[in-house]
């Protein structure tokens, strides 16, 4: 089979690292996997994977550009005839709606979370079959936008137990990396909440939570430094 998966970028996140290890699956299993994103940093982990990757502009939400992309895009897959359309997420879910509205290809979407309840997040649903990641999701998904029971599966996400196995975790690692970012607390505590946040970085009693919070304040910096 060829299965195109589509998603806005292939930089880190929960999304892009299930397109990653689900392409590395489908080439062992002895299929063609395609993904078809803007392009970022796991370009080349899809590629050693042996699958094969297409950069369009499947990102911006700029309507003005919206046709030209929905033609590229229509364009593309009809060279492709993929056996399967998979969208992981809104913008190139709306893409891949319009330009197959004449191609007609096999359209799967998945729903990876609790997405606003709107017009533009609606249509996660319209896929042929729509995959769900959790029961909760899909009981979302039916109360909000009445979707077909009959059309969803759940398929709860996995992980790579080699790669996030921790028994293989770089102790030195860690704790390097927790002593440096202790000196630069005052960066990572925001403005806002400022004094709850101090009370649990600084507390002596939960350690362990005082280091949760760290990562967590490290994601949202690095997540806002991918979109700027």
């Not at 689900?22 to 994977?49: A, F, P, Q, W, Y």
């Not at 004449?102 to 996660?124: A, C, D, E, Q, R």
């Not at 909440?193 to 994601?219: A, H």
């Amino acid at each position: 089979m060829k299965i195109v998966q589509l998603l806005p970028e292939l930089n880190e996140g929960g999304v892009e690292r299930g397109v990653i290890e689900l392409s590395r699956e489908l080439v062992k299993l002895g299929h063609t996997s395609i993904v078809i994103s803007n392009g970022g940093k796991l370009v080349d982990t899809l590629l050693s994977d042996g699958a094969t990757h297409i950069k369009l502009d499947v990102c911006s939400k700029n309507p003005f550009t919206a046709y030209s992309r929905v033609r590229k895009l229509q364009k593309t897959l009809k060279e492709l005839n993929p056996d399967i359309i998979h969208a992981r997420s809104r913008i190139p879910a709306w893409l891949v709606y319009l330009a197959n509205k004449s191609l007609h290809l096999p359209f799967v979407t998945t729903v990876h979370g609790f997405n606003s309840v709107s017009f533009y997040s609606k249509i996660m649903t319209k896929g042929d079959r729509v995959i769900c990641v959790s029961s909760a999701i899909k009981e979302y998904i039916i109360k909000q936008y009445h979707t077909d029971e009959d059309k969803i599966t759940i398929i709860p996400r996995g992980i790579d137990l080699d790669r996030f196995n921790p028994n293989n975790l770089d102790n030195s690692f860690i704790n390097d990396f927790v002593s440096t970012i202790n000196s630069y607390l005052g960066f990572l505590v925001g403005y806002n909440s400022y004094r709850l946040r101090k009370k649990i970085l600084f507390s002596n009693e939960n350690p362990q939570f005082t280091n949760y919070w760290i990562c967590l304040n490290l994601s949202k910096i690095n997540k806002r430094k991918n979109y700027e």
